[in-house]
């Protein structure tokens, strides 16, 4: 038990700060994104179909639905306790590494910039981390078959998953484990037998997949290669340095891969599985953002995922430096590490926050809801909407078509349908910035020069703010006449 003291201080440090930016946070991490998971689970027990959808992650709408209920915050607090999850698994994998300081390993990943300014979210990141950390510990209890189909559920999480699977595959190939290959389909063909029975699709895994061949990419655009390098340290902390220097550590055994059956299971798992998983990932990312294919928005908040891997071989790293015998580096590091969060709070980067706003777009909704308010018989007229946030603070149903409807759609053919064409008179269409001309392919000037709405209002924020697209948002307030 005295061996547990000090990790049992680093968590209670972390419950109080993770504890204090639940209270006290005016907005949430993620976007639209995270209300969007929130409404998919939500209001999955009355659309049954909504289980299955590929852009919520199956995994997170089952398993987050019943929290879901109990509202918005439920689900933020359901994914602090996954976070902590993840956090003691880290712990034990890295008691299992035989690291020095194995209860350094929490607290470097629960004060990750990521990982903290994340906390208040709805997104699916901390559930699918769960999945690779916990395939890493049952790797090293020589626990393959269930490793391999705790595994294979982890693209329904998120997609990345397959690229994961992939490293797996060559991990199996390489060390001789290739009996346990077939054990990461399970999860692939489950769900695409439970979808191919609900939809008829047969290849309901790529049928169904939003992220093939999708029309966001223009849109959505791409950027440098070297995107999420630059970002590393505010995504990482001093972490992502010390993870680069030990990929260069530990960069030698690439040449004797084919070999590697013959390393210790510790170092299969080093080299595989910790290293080889987090740099497959994060070229991953890179790549998809660099080419701005599957929808990529370099969203840097992505890498998440990859937290405890950095984590470790960051540690790892750290451990074979002079510096750590010194008890004044040691304890330098720590308050790096430890004010790694509170940093990246006074920069403009709203992907890592602690302590989160209430994003600008959402506060152009709020503004608009006012001058909705103001409509006479508002309640008993439907709306048309853009920003997802606008059905979460007039509390309607979003896949209740008789009351809230987006703009427009695509059908089973991917053809583009006007949904606002088929309003009634007295309805609500809510255009806005960033929705408007991307996601929905709708610009401003379509209803301009549509002679059956009337505008009514345009709201900004207070200040310019540039949203996707590269203009300035805005949001417009049409009645159908």
Known sequence: ?????????????????????????????????????????????????????????????????????????????????????????????????????????????????????????????????????????????????????????????????????????LFYVLTKRMKYMPYLLVGSVVFNFIGWAITGKPLWIFQSNPYMGSSYDDSYGSGPIYHFVMYGVPVFGIGFLLWLWQTLREFPAVFNLFKSHQWSLQKQVWIFLILGTSWAYFLAHTVLWWQGIMASLGLVRVMFVIAVPVALLALKSWENLRWSEMRWTNAAFLVLIAVAPFTMRLFPLQEIQILPALGVEEQVNVKALAILEQQPQLSQAKVYIGHPYMNIILERDPYNRSVSESMTSFNEKGELVYNYKSAKTGDLVIWDGHYGPNELHLPADSLEVNSNFQFIQAVKADFPFITLGGKEYEIRIYKRI
């Open 1 to 169: 038990m005295k061996g547990m003291r000090p990790v049992g201080l680093v968590f209670l440090l972390a419950v109080v700060v993770y504890g204090l930016n639940f209270l006290f946070a005016e907005g949430f991490n993620g976007g639209a994104d995270s209300f969007t998971h929130y409404q998919i689970s939500r209001y999955s027990w009355n659309y049954p179909d909504l289980l299955l959808d590929q852009w919520g992650k199956p995994i997170f709408t089952i398993l987050f639905s019943p929290l879901a209920q109990l509202g918005f915050q439920a689900v933020i607090l359901g994914n602090m306790v996954l976070i902590f999850i993840g956090a003691w698994l880290a712990f034990l994998i890295a008691k299992k590494l035989k690291l020095k300081r194995p209860h350094w390993i929490p607290f470097m990943v629960l004060f990750t910039p990521i990982v903290a300014g994340n906390a208040i979210s709805g997104l699916t990141e901390m559930i699918c981390a769960l999945f690779l950390i916990g395939f890493i510990l049952l790797a090293l209890n020589q626990k393959f078959i269930w490793g391999s189909i705790l595994l294979s559920f982890m693209p329904f999480a998120r997609s990345e998953g397959f690229v994961i699977i992939a490293v797996v595959i």
